[in-house]
């Protein structure tokens, strides 16, 4: 286990608003200009935080989506969750030019770099794709040649976010590929997979367990459990699988 | 020169809780799951239980030995780094009091190790005199695999990365040392009343 600490205080800044972007009808980005961003590793979060006059204060955590190439940009996608005290005010309220509190980077070992090489397998079930988007997007602006493949699992193909992006990224030819499951809609005419991910879709997609891919696995909790449970089944190293998971838990 | 979110009012405040909840945290009421990689799944005929490191001579129990320890029913409220809190969680667990019992030790700090090379350390004084359990049960039913099962540290008066899931024994160490997420910039010791959740705060 890596005993290299970055000890280092964590100190609340404030970022401002500069774009917001309709990612889905539930989801919205939210590109911060942070001065003197410390930097981060694509898979990293940010906290939060939330105060009222009265000195109220609510904290949640994201995950950033962004590149760690974008310099002090650095984006978050909330999606709003319908009773969520933080996600409304963030996805509704907070306008270009607002401006917000945070700090981070936290986390250091869901996180991918090119320098970590692949293949890569990369698993998303909803905003779980959010730190998976981080890692493409600092693949693609390495120009990075890395074995790639996303398996993506939305509703519908209109709760699917970065959906053009992820196009465009396939598109690039540069050894990514990007695969799509929607679960309770699909359009006339959908080719992809049509049903939850599970056992034959992990073994369709997935690299073999002989080429040792990293595996970074990020969802819902029901999703996370069942994708890291079949591909250790499946002959992949329970080390080379790492997980994030995303609860509904009042954000 | 505080920062007011503008427009922000929050949810109405329950002043009869607000004692009850750390700064920053919010309350739960299903049990969130967070866990780096795949699930363990160690069968309990394998399951041990070990006391390791600075002591006169280890200690080590099977499921079987583990399970005829004397056990205790401890209701408390638990917070994650995560923000949530969930209030009067009921466990059932052995006291890691009666795990460290006859041990010899001048150790001050203790690392948890787990299934699946999770670790986490703590005082020593912060698992003793009442203060920590191996649980085994959770809400009266065996602890699910998927929370910690078959038996997790508890250690409800830190924040709950602390309380290590699948957790396989102590070692006991003379200095303090990092484990899993405190490598990774998490606090070193992570009391949610003084909202230590990062180094350094």
């Not at chain 1, 002989?210 to 992949?236: I, R, S």
């Not at chain 2, 396989?168 to 010791?189: C, I, N, S, V």
Request: proline share 7%.
């Amino acid at each position: 286990m890596a005993r290299a600490a970055v000890q280092r205080r964590l100190t609340w800044r404030l970022g401002r608003v500069t774009r917001r972007i309709d990612e889905t009808a539930r989801a919205k980005s939210l590109v911060l200009n942070v001065p003197d961003w410390p930097g981060h590793r694509a898979g990293q979060h940010v906290d939060v935080r939330l105060t009222a006059p009265d000195g109220y204060q609510a904290e949640r955590s994201y995950s950033i989506a962004s590149a760690p190439e974008d310099g002090d940009q650095v984006a978050l996608t909330v999606e709003r969750i319908e009773d969520g005290e933080v996600s409304p005010y963030l996805d509704d309220e907070l306008a270009e030019g607002d401006q917000l509190e945070l700090r981070g980077p936290i986390g250091g070992y869901f996180v991918w770099s090119t320098d970590m090489g692949g293949p890569l397998l990369l698993v998303a079930g909803g905003s779980g794709i959010c730190p998976l988007m981080a890692m493409l997007r600092h693949r693609a602006a390495r120009q990075s040649h890395v074995p790639t493949r996303l398996l993506y699992s939305s509703r519908s193909l209109d709760d699917v976010i970065y959906r053009k992006e992820l196009d465009s990224l396939a598109g690039r030819a540069d050894g990514l590929e990007v695969f799509h499951t929607l679960t309770r809609s699909q359009p006339a005419g959908w080719s992809g997979y049509s049903r939850r991910i599970d056992r034959d879709m992990l073994a369709e997609v997935a690299f073999a367990p002989a080429q040792d891919p990293l595996c970074m696995v990020c969802g819902p909790t029901p999703l996370v459990e069942a994708v890291a449970t079949t591909l250790v089944e499946l002959g992949h190293a329970p080390e080379r699988v790492k997980t994030e998971r995303f609860g509904p838990t009042g954000g | 020169m505080t920062f007011i979110s503008r427009a922000f009012r929050g949810r109405p405040r329950d002043q009869g809780q607000a004692g009850r909840l750390p700064p920053g945290q919010y309350l739960v009421r299903d049990f969130p799951v967070l866990s780096a990689g795949p699930t363990p799944r160690t069968p309990l005929i394998d399951w041990t239980f070990s006391i390791t490191g600075e002591v006169d001579k280890l200690k080590n129990w099977t499921w079987d030995e583990f399970r005829k320890l004397p056990t205790q029913t401890i209701t408390r409220d638990i917070h994650c780094v995560t923000k949530w809190s969930k209030q009067d969680t009921v466990w059932e667990g052995v006291s890691v009091d009666t795990l460290l019992e006859g041990v010899d030790t001048s150790a001050e700090y203790v690392m948890a190790f787990s299934d699946g090379g999770y670790t986490t350390n703590l005082p020593l004084e912060d698992v003793t005199g009442g203060k920590a359990w191996v649980a085994f049960n959770f809400d009266g039913a065996p602890l699910e695999a998927e929370h910690g099962g078959p038996a997790r540290l508890l250690v409800p008066h830190l924040y709950f990365w602390k309380s290590a899931k699948w957790v396989r024994g102590l070692q006991l160490m003379a200095k303090d040392e990092p484990g899993f997420w405190e490598t990774y910039g998490y606090h070193m010791y992570g009391d949610p009343w003084r909202e230590q959740r990062y180094s350094g705060d």
